[in-house]
Every structure is written in structure tokens, then in C-alpha cells.
């Protein structure tokens, strides 16, 4: 059974580019949530998708948008890139009703770096 | 605003025990986590409180105080391997958001 998988692993952009990161939940999820995590910080939640829309969103500026495909993966873009936006960018899934103890699953996450 | 504050770094020697505190003040509350990270992996679940008291998990605990914001998590028999990145994070809704501390980086010495 795989876990959550996130592609590229690690990733060179230059300010003003746009990238886009792809994220597939753990099998039997549906749920995928998107988190930023700043070097010696913790995650920062970025938003969350299921049934293909953006369910909750952090405090984050509309340069960062997703996208949820009818197979549950989810992809998040973020335009316009700042040197600020270097971090570990973080898919976790979890299961249709929430409340139980470990819901949330996190992949390896994609280090995105901006020169 | 929304806290959630832990410890930046502590250190303790293989064999001994290191506990974690956690205080958090956030707008709803449904559930504490508390997550193991290792340098630039994945952040793997440890444990979870949702009612007061003490959960018991091998040589891991978590302890959980709604009425004061408080929590913490007990590594006992500490090993090597235990040196990480241990994350304190706050259910805020029935959805699912996590708010996370920064993180306590624990140092396992020989």
C-alpha cells in the first residue's frame, strides 16, 4: 500500500517563475492538504482540497492556488515566485471524516529553492 | 492571535529521559498531535490527545491539559536515533487544519 508520494523531489526555480508540485494521497484518501515548512520552522498550512475544491485556506497569498483531479491527486502552483518561497512543501492526506487520532499522513515533501 | 510554543532545542544522553513541553492557544481546538521529523523527511505521527490525561504509547507518552493549554511528550530509553525535530500540532477543526510550533530539535549524546 503506498503512502503519499510528492514529485519532484527537490526543485531550482528563479524569482518570477512559476513551478508546479503534484501530490498523490495514500490509498483510500480523499482529503489532501498542502503545507509550507520554512528551514527550522513548522508546517505552515498552505489549503485544503476535497471533492476537487478548495475547502480551507491559510494565510496565503492568492499567488499560491491548487487543484484536485477526480483520482484525489492534488498539484499546487505558485506564480510568480519570491526568494521567500524557498522551503520543504509538504502534501498530507487523510481520510473522509475527520476526528479520528492519526488522520493525517504527510509525504516526503518537494524542497523548492528560488535563486 | 494563534501560539503554539515549544522548546527550540533540548539534549539529554542515550538511556535517559527528555520531556517536551507544548502550550498552545489557538481558536478551536480538536485534537493535539505530536509528530517526529528527521532532517529533511517526512514529518511521521507519534502520538495524539483529545481528552485530559496521559496516553501511553511504548516508550513515547503525550500528556494533555485542555484547561490550561498545556501538553507535553515523554521519550523515555532515549536512543540514537531519536534525535529529530519534534513537532507540537493543534487540531483546530472538525476539517482537519493542523497549526504546528516551530519544533524542539532533541539531541540523543552517547
Known amino acids: 500500500d503506498a503512502g503519499v508520494t510528492q514529485s519532484p523531489t527537490h526543485l531550482i526555480k528563479t524569482r518570477g517563475q512559476q513551478v508546479t508540485l503534484r501530490c498523490s494521497p495514500k490509498?483510500?484518501?480523499?482529503?489532501v492538504s498542502w503545507y509550507q515548512q520554512a528551514l527550522g520552522q513548522g508546517p505552515q498550512f498552505i489549503f485544503q482540497?476535497?471533492?476537487?475544491?478548495?475547502?480551507q485556506r491559510g494565510n496565503f497569498p492568492d499567488r499560491f492556488s491548487g487543484h484536485q483531479f477526480p483520482n484525489y491527486s492534488s498539484e499546487l502552483n505558485v506564480n510568480a515566485l519570491l526568494l521567500g518561497d524557498s522551503a520543504l512543501y509538504l502534501c498530507?492526506?487523510?481520510?473522509?471524516?475527520?476526528?479520528?487520532?492519526?488522520?493525517?499522513?504527510f509525504g516526503p515533501g518537494t524542497r523548492l529553492t528560488v535563486l | 492571535g494563534q501560539n503554539i510554543d515549544q522548546p527550540t532545542e533540548m539534549t539529554a544522553t542515550e538511556g535517559a529521559i527528555v520531556q517536551i513541553n507544548c502550550t498552545y492557544q489557538?481558536?478551536?481546538?480538536?485534537?493535539l498531535f505530536w509528530y517526529q521529523q528527521h532532517a529533511g523527511e517526512a514529518p511521521t505521527f507519534l502520538s495524539y490527545?483529545?481528552?485530559?490525561g496521559l496516553e501511553e504509547k511504548g516508550r513515547f507518552s503525550s500528556f494533555l491539559s485542555r484547561s490550561k493549554g498545556y501538553s507535553y511528550l515523554l521519550l523515555k530509553e532515549l536512543q540514537m536515533k531519536d534525535s529529530a525535530s519534534y513537532l507540537c500540532?493543534?487540531?483546530?477543526?472538525?476539517?482537519?487544519?493542523?497549526?504546528f510550533g516551530a519544533g524542539t530539535q532533541v539531541v540523543v549524546t552517547p
Open positions: 498530507a492526506s487523510s481520510p473522509r471524516g475527520q476526528g479520528g487520532r492519526d488522520t493525517q499522513y
Open positions: 490509498s483510500g484518501h480523499d482529503t
Open positions: 482540497y476535497y471533492e476537487e475544491e478548495e475547502r
Open positions: 489557538t481558536s478551536g481546538f480538536n485534537g
Open positions: 490527545n483529545v481528552l485530559d
Open positions: 500540532a493543534v487540531r483546530t477543526d472538525s476539517w482537519g487544519k493542523l497549526q
